[in-house]
């Protein structure tokens, strides 16, 4: 397969309402989100939900190529290049394009992710009228504070909920657990369900929703030193207690208080992020 096109599905309803966007695999070693959106997308065309107002499109596989590949992205990162370009001269921007466009025309817009670390999955929360939303997707834990903690860092680069949120449009993104974690693609599936009941677009179902619990990332760790390791793999949002270490080698890292870890990235490289730590809010 050569990969020169995109597959967008659209299921409308004879009645007005939200139109909600799903995308899965911007990322293409993420399959969680291919995964639950061809599944809804056949329980949709086998008459399990009926679209009861508005519409849902579905773009399945956001990165085809990558996904084949079993990689994030084939020139560069699409979640860093998610804007319009005059110039497409990379496959990312060109998907960038064709993908800017769909959120143009929809009024709410679910990205489902995954992490490379083991850990709970999450909701991204970066703006406040997200909270709504990210209470009803049936996730336990939102993550805030990055766009507090980059928003010194003058930043060209674009990611779906940066460029949706500058649209006006409802948007979030949930990262359904660790990549080849076979319990990631029920998050997703149940994040999509959740949204498509809370938004009318499918029939409301009796869903116990757990609580909330939201992390504030509060500091940002960078690779310094090749000699510097974790002292175990740490998982993300797991706990750790003030002055434990939480790095070996020359220079370690002691907890500077209570705190979770997030997103932590044994693979980081010197002068790259690899960790955060965040505090219960
Ligand atoms: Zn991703």
């Not at 996730?139 to 949120?165: C, M, R």
Request: charged residues 25%; aromatic residues 10%; contains cysteine.
């Amino acid at each position: 397969m050569k990969n020169t096109h995109i597959e967008v599905v659209t299921f409308a309803s004879l009645l007005p309402g939200p139109k909600v966007l799903v995308f899965g695999s911007i990322h293409g070693s993420e399959p969680c989100g291919y995964q639950a959106i061809t599944k809804c997308i056949q329980e949709i065309r086998s008459g399990k939900h009926s679209i009861l107002s508005g519409s849902i499109t579905f773009v399945p596989m956001c990165n085809p190529r990558a996904f084949q590949k079993n990689t994030a992205y084939i020139e560069e990162n699409l979640n860093r290049v998610f804007k319009k370009h005059k110039v497409a001269d990379t496959y990312e921007k060109k998907l960038a394009n064709i993908l800017t466009n769909l959120v143009d025309t929809h009024d709410v817009i679910l990205d489902l992710h995954s992490i490379t670390s083991q850990g709970k999955p999450f909701v991204f929360l970066d703006y406040a009228e997200q909270l709504p939303m990210a209470k009803i997707l049936g996730l336990p834990n939102a993550v805030t504070g990055w766009t507090e903690a980059y928003a010194t860092q003058s930043s060209k680069s674009s990611d779906t909920i940066k460029y949706a949120h500058s649209k006006g449009k409802e948007c979030i993104l949930v990262e359904c657990g660790q990549h080849a974690d076979p319990k990631a693609k029920d998050i997703a599936y149940k994040a999509i369900v959740n949204l498509l009941a809370y938004k009318n677009s499918i029939e409301k179902r009796n869903t116990q929703l757990p609580k909330l619990e939201i992390t504030e990332l509060k500091k940002i760790y960078f690779k310094e030193h090749n000699d510097s390791h974790f002292i175990k793999q740490w998982k993300h949002l797991e706990f750790i207690k003030k002055g434990k270490d939480i790095t070996k080698g020359e220079h370690p890292i002691y907890a500077p208080f209570d705190c979770y870890i997030l997103l932590p990235s044994p693979q980081a490289k010197v002068g790259e992020e690899w960790f955060y730590l965040g505090v219960k809010k």
